[in-house]
């Protein structure tokens, strides 16, 4: 072999060689740009089992069971929507007592993001309800809702899960029938005129979306009011359902059952029969047990923005879900 048919070959395996190391430096770059655009950063785990608070140790109480439920902001079952409502039911199991806490929408608070393909992009601050839109159906986005509320709440686990689009909601209205519901702000007078703060109305199958969904998206932080309207809703609802379940048990129980099968949900039939028992034999106390967190409203560059105040939360957290270590 001549020396320059040698020269030429070490000249190609050179140029083979660089062009393998351009390469590498350009992915690198490019993959270090990715993370700067999309400001991830690694998942950790949180163990919720012991904290240290204020000096004190505490235990997560195991007695606790959380249900989340959601309202989804669309009838269109090709689109995957926005979680409207919010809120998680805390049966104790040893204390014999339920507590609601009712979540806004524009909590700002990590959440996982995807991209088109639905590839994760990792954790990162944005509003609450945008959780379950990421997700690539009902179900995960459910999952995504709850992780982030998990988060949220240092690692608490949220294990059972319910949402319900608009087009389920009348469905659960009719379980009830006709429900009086006394109004708590003057929020609805744009659609009624009569719906007036102090006002009892009547709600049905009919009008239920207009009461708990409506808002003046023109006003700032118009969400808050909304959620005191859905927070008199929720407690008629649920002393509806105990005198019903106290009346007839089984066939409540089964008329809950129908309106779950239009939901996404992972509670089952015996689920739903011992939820039931706990409602009817747990103390609720309306006034005390009916939690909103407390935080600051902000005008965001589009959107509302709820910023939660951190003490709260943690006191809360402490009190919801956790025994002081004796």
């Known amino acids: 072999m001549s020396i320059n048919t040698i020269n030429k070959k070490k000249k190609i395996i050179i140029s083979i060689i660089i062009i393998i190391l351009i390469s ?5 770059i490019q993959i270090l740009n990715r993370k700067e655009v999309y400001q991830v950063y690694n998942e950790q785990e949180t163990d919720y089992h012991e904290v240290i ?5 505490y235990i997560y109480n195991t007695s606790i069971i959380s249900i989340l439920f959601m309202g989804i902001d669309t009838k269109d079952s090709e689109k995957q929507g926005q979680a409207d409502i919010v809120q998680i039911l805390l049966l104790n199991r040893e204390s014999k007592t339920i507590q609601v806490l009712s979540l806004s929408r524009d909590i700002m608070t990590d959440i996982k993001l995807f991209d088109v393909e639905h590839n994760e992009l990792g954790w990162h601050k944005q509003h609450l309800g945008l959780a379950y839109s990421y997700g690539d159906s009902k179900s995960s986005g459910c999952m995504l809702m709850a992780q982030a509320i998990s988060k949220m709440m240092g690692g608490i686990p949220i294990a059972n899960y319910a949402s319900m689009d608009l087009n389920t909601l009348p469905k659960v209205q009719n379980i009830v029938g006709e429900l009086e519901v006394t109004l708590p702000n003057d929020s609805l007078l744009s659609i009624n005129e009569e719906w007036k703060e102090g006002e009892t109305v009547t709600l049905t199958s009919e009008n239920i979306e207009e009461y708990v969904r409506s808002r003046d998206i023109h006003t700032d932080f118009s969400n ?8 008199a809703y929720g407690i008629a609802y649920f ?10 048990f089984d066939e409540t129980v089964k008329d809950i059952y129908n309106a779950c099968n239009d939901m996404t949900t992972n509670i089952s039939f015996n689920d739903i029969k011992i939820f039931s028992e706990m409602i009817l034999e747990y103390n609720f106390d309306y006034n005390n047990d009916y939690y909103m967190l407390k935080g600051d409203n902000v005008s965001g560059e589009i959107h509302d923005e709820f910023e939660l105040d951190q003490d709260y939360l943690k006191d809360l957290i402490i009190k919801l879900f956790y025994k002081k270590e004796e």
């Open 224 to 231: 808050n009011s909304r959620m005191e309207r859905q927070k």
């Open 239 to 248: 002393k509806k359902i105990k005198e019903m379940l106290e009346n007839n």
């Open 53 to 57: 608070y204020n000096n004190n140790k």
């Open 24 to 28: 590498i430096i350009i992915s690198g």
